[in-house]
């Protein structure tokens, strides 16, 4: 039998992303162990030298990958280990070493070895599945990727004792203070509880792409949405630059196990935010509230596309019942003469009503009736928007319509008192004094004056930076606020009293209660303390009735004085140049009664002309 020659085949190497290689290697030991260059040996010509040239395009791995198994193929030993172990499998499928080719071929090494110890190890399974990163489609028709999502997915919701090594078990490994024991050596390790979050840093080592198909796993798993929602908020935390400063305070690293062993991944920050934006649950709470504001200031400053910032938007007005103000106080990135953006403010409230309309129209009542008014998400959100508005009013480039319109957003049952209002409108006079009476008046139209407390009322009749027909609404609002109270001052002190009385329903106790002798003495205390309030009322009470009377008296002397003018000019045009017998001395006193400096009250500096005065 004639010996067949051990020719050089000349192998050219071909990959987009490596450099052009050309190896010298004998055909014999490859194509006895793969059946793809078995065939291309076949198929290339045969050159007169005897030698033969094949190309390789696309080999998973690269050249560092083929130096194995060229070793392989020549009888080198392989060592098979996690991080390796998924180019070698996508490598042997794609040079086709299977056991038709030579017992105990590579790829059956590979299976075996992912299968028996991959999967069974959580830290080989990290290892391997962060590994998958260069080799994303070939380990994808090997379900690599998959077997290793699911494996870490159930490993994830299993006692880490039950996996790894050491082998921890709760009986004789354990010693007497907690500590893990190996062969008897106190390894000073704390077995973690079931509870824990010991594989947050480790998944946080995983790509954009492979840490969304892990939650996406996880989730169909049936994870809790806590757990889900932590380790994605763990994940952005440490990847997203820039949101550690809207969290308020500093992440805490867990140990993990596999960590020490994987690379960090390079991560994308505009496509690591839009994919978050899509993994976050419908979710409620402060942190959670706290974490979407901070991706939002993040996601104005990538400039996400609209759907991401309107996503952001939606799940931030679903629970604006949680915001603070600092975490509302979004400035402003673009180009733009405002201090903060309350354009994504407006939208985000609109979001929130939008939700409270559905609550409200799928809630039965009985529900809703029971539910405290001053407890309802609708009055904390008025409040945020009142001290919202406050806070930004004193930007001097805040327009009046942007400040009208984010005060009439909510409804007028939103709020139960107009203080916040009132104190919005009030720093934004301050800050913008060029504004005209028709603006201001405009402005204080928002406002309702009945539900004006009396401390806001008394401010306001002070107030100079209101125009004078606001101060009179609020003086008089005022003075019907200030009789109700005295009336109900009177009422009570007109009740029985005695050293043992029963409280009636609807008042400070329950009904039927008695007080006893001891606590008379309380009582008698309130009441003198409500006596002395009710006098301090009352003197208030004179005070705006006579600063009222004064207004009224003033504006007939004005009417008088300005009608008896146009009587004078009607009958000088009439009868043309008769002389009126009028008594000068009578007029000029009206006049000057009339014009002259009244005694003001203690809130305008100046008095304010008429108009029909000005054209006399």
Not at 94 to 115: C, I, P
Request: charged residues 25%; proline residues 5%.
């Amino acid at each position: 039998m004639p010996h067949t020659p051990l020719y050089p085949s000349y192998l050219r190497f071909h990959d987009e992303s490596f450099i052009l290689m050309d190896w010298n290697l004998h055909f014999f030991p490859l194509s006895s162990r793969c059946g793809k260059i078995e065939k291309l040996i076949k198929e290339s010509p045969n050159t007169d030298q005897g030698s033969r040239t094949i190309t390789l395009e696309n080999i998973p791995g690269g050249p560092n990958t083929f130096l194995v198994i060229a070793k392989f193929c020549y009888g080198v030993r392989v060592e098979l280990t996690p991080r390796n172990i998924v180019t070698i499998y996508c490598v042997a499928d794609y040079l086709e070493m299977f056991d038709n080719y030579g017992d105990d071929n590579l790829y059956v090494r590979a299976e075996n070895y992912f299968h028996k110890s991959v999967l069974k190890n959580w830290k080989d399974c990290m290892v391997a599945l962060q590994s998958c990163d260069n080799v994303i489609s070939q380990a994808d028709n090997l379900q690599i990727i998959s077997k290793c999502l699911n494996a870490i997915s159930m490993m994830s919701c299993t006692d880490p004792s039950l996996f790894g090594w050491p082998m921890m078990m709760y009986g004789r490994l354990q010693s007497p203070n907690g500590s893990i024991l190996w062969n008897g050596i106190n390894t000073g390790a704390r077995i973690r509880s079931l509870e824990s979050d010991w594989w947050f840093e480790d998944i946080s080592y995983l790509s954009v792409p492979l840490f969304e198909r892990l939650m996406k796993t996880m989730e169909a798993r049936g994870l809790r949405p806590e757990k889900l929602t932590g380790a994605i908020m763990y994940y952005t935390r440490k990847h997203l630059h820039g949101l550690g400063r809207w969290q308020g305070g500093q992440n805490i690293k867990i140990k993990s196990i596999a960590s020490f062993s994987m690379k960090p991944a390079s991560v994308d920050q505009r496509v690591l935010l839009e994919t978050i934006v899509k993994l976050l649950p419908e979710k409620k709470g402060k942190t959670f509230c706290r974490f979407l504001l901070g991706l939002l200031r993040v996601a104005l400053i990538l400039g996400v596309d609209d759907n991401c910032q309107d996503s952001l938007e939606r799940k931030i007005g679903m629970q604006l019942e949680y915001a603070t103000l600092d975490g509302l106080l979004i400035p402003t990135y673009a180009d733009s003469d405002t201090l903060y953006n309350s354009d994504c403010v407006e939208r985000i409230i609109n979001y929130f009503l939008m939700s409270e309309e559905k609550i409200t129209t799928f809630s039965p009542r009985s529900i809703v009736s029971e539910v405290s008014p001053s407890s309802t998400p609708l009055r904390k959100v008025s409040k945020l928007v009142d001290n919202y508005m406050a806070e930004v009013a004193s930007d001097v480039n805040l327009k009046p319509e942007k400040i009208q319109s984010l005060a009439e957003i909510l409804p007028e049952s939103a709020r139960s008192l107009n203080d916040g209002l009132y104190r919005a409108l009030d720093v934004y006079f301050k800050a913008h004094p060029w504004l005209q009476e028709k603006e201001k008046e405009q402005l204080c139209n928002i406002i309702n004056y009945q539900k004006l407390s009396i401390e806001a009322c008394a401010h306001a009749s002070q107030n100079n930076h209101l125009p004078l027909r606001v101060v009179l609404q609020v003086l008089f609002f005022e003075q019907m606020q200030l009789r109700t109270a005295l009336a109900n001052v009177v009422d009570d002190e007109n009740a029985p009293t005695g050293p043992m009385s029963i409280v009636p329903s609807g008042g400070t106790g329950p009904a039927g209660q008695i007080v006893p002798r001891d606590g008379w003495v309380t009582i008698v205390r309130e009441n003198q303390v409500m006596r002395v309030n009710m006098e301090r009322l009352r003197a208030r009470v004179v005070e705006l009735e006579e600063e009222f009377n004064k207004i009224k008296e003033e504006m007939k002397r004005v009417s008088r004085t300005h009608s008896s003018l146009e009587s004078s000019w009607f009958l000088s045009r009439t009868f043309g140049k008769c002389k009126l017998l009028l008594d000068s001395s009578n007029v000029q006193e009206d006049v000057v009664e009339s014009t002259g400096p009244a005694k003001p009250r203690g809130s305008i500096d100046r008095p304010r002309p008429s108009h029909h005065s000005k054209q006399c």
